[in-house]
């Protein structure tokens, strides 16, 4: 069963930040958080996981709430390239446990 | 370096047929997962190996296994073939900094 909750989809214009959210409400103490994108139904591209601090590469940034509940991944300055589904991933031992994405919409 | 290899690409199997799908991992890497992506869902893990033996097995039916090489590639083998088995297969292998490296997929139709 999916550990995380994320919208079904969202828009973002061109050059603007992408705010994507997630729900791990059930997340145990030692399961990372991971994000990966999937375009065209191409493998899923690791972009970025963590624990329980912010974490920041040259590709976005995680914001893990303070209880681990919840967290955003930030795209700062979206491209058209950028449109893809976007899956919260939690990691429990060694198996990705997916939910459904959100697929995000990049307009020019 | 070469990324995750996977093959073949593309597959049609007849309904009751058997289909071996083939991963190669990252150089180095010694871990490999399998997982199954049914049309507009997430994937959904089936098994992972690491140095040659089964550390996890998802929720799937025994028609579904799969094997590690001394190499680290690996193979899922898949019996009896239903319509419901067409999906994207993908392969993600790992090292050790927890990061998992996904192949391109076989996409499996079965007709």
């Known amino acids: 069963d999916a550990k995380t909750t994320q919208p079904p989809s969202m828009d973002c214009a061109e050059g603007r930040a992408a705010n994507l959210p997630c729900n791990h409400s059930t997340i145990s103490g030692n399961e990372y958080v991971y994000w990966y994108r999937q375009i065209h139904s191409q493998g899923p591209q690791y972009i970025i996981h963590g624990l329980k601090n912010n974490e920041t590469n040259e590709m976005a940034s995680l914001i893990i709430t303070e209880d681990r509940k919840s967290s955003t991944l930030i795209l700062p300055h979206a491209t058209l390239r950028d449109t893809a589904v976007y899956y919260c991933?939690?990691?429990?031992?060694?198996?990705?446990?997916f939910g459904t994405g959100t697929r995000l919409q990049v307009f020019p | 370096d070469a990324g995750v290899t996977q093959s073949p690409t593309h597959l049609i199997k007849t309904r009751g047929q058997h289909v071996t799908l083939r991963c190669s991992p990252i150089s180095g890497h010694k871990s490999v997962s399998w997982y199954q992506q049914v049309l507009g869902q997430g994937p959904q893990f089936i098994f992972q190996?690491?140095?040659?033996?089964?550390?996890g097995r998802g929720n799937f039916p025994d028609r579904f296994s799969a094997r590690q090489f001394p190499n680290y590639s690996s193979e899922l083998n898949v019996n009896a073939l239903l319509l419901g088995d067409s999906a994207l297969y993908l392969c993600?292998?790992?090292?050790?900094?927890?990061?998992?490296?996904f192949g391109s997929g076989t996409r499996l139709t079965v007709v």
């Open positions: 190996y690491y140095e040659k033996e089964e550390r």
């Open positions: 993600a292998s790992s090292g050790t900094n927890y990061g998992y490296t």
């Open positions: 991933i939690v990691r429990v031992t060694d198996k990705l446990i």
